[in-house]
């Protein structure tokens, strides 16, 4: 169970809520709605913008493109075909920030939208009631 200051701190931002160790609550919620692909390409263009080594930044942006951006990608994210298009054509040779206009329309996206959802949720409101009995 979630730190009563973390479960709390949830609701104070979206910004909060993804800077916990405990985000994975948040990954469950949006297990429920099928969109859990949304956190985990932002988590992984996160992990990909601390990468300095050309080659590693390469490898790391084709896994990335392959797992979420490119068409019937086992993890599709939402974004529009001008964005997908742009990062396809960037692709070959990726620089650090390949992924952020998708990575900035997906963070738009969970805090307008899921981050809301997720705040009226059972597993939120479960959570709060636990933290709160400590």
């Not at 405990?22 to 859990?36: A, G, K, N, P, W």
């Not at 932002?42 to 050309?54: G, H, N, P, R």
């Not at 590693?56 to 084709?62: H, I, N, P, Q, S």
Request: glycine share 2%; net charge negative.
């Amino acid at each position: 169970m979630a730190p009563v200051n973390d479960v709390m701190a949830w609701a104070e931002s979206f910004d909060h809520l993804l800077e916990c160790k405990s985000q994975l609550v948040f990954e469950d919620f949006l297990r429920t709605e099928y969109s859990e692909e949304n956190l985990l390409f932002w988590l992984a263009c996160e992990d990909y913008k601390k990468i300095t080594s050309v080659t590693e930044m390469t490898v790391a942006a084709r896994r990335i493109y392959a797992e979420f951006v490119q068409v019937d990608a086992p993890r599709q994210i939402n974004i529009d075909c001008v964005t997908r298009e742009e990062i396809s054509e960037n692709i070959s040779q990726p620089g650090p920030n390949c992924f952020d206009r998708a990575r900035k329309l997906i963070y738009g996206l969970m805090e307008n939208d899921c981050y809301p959802r997720f705040l009226k949720s059972e597993i939120y409101q479960a959570h709060l009631e636990q933290a709160e009995k400590q």
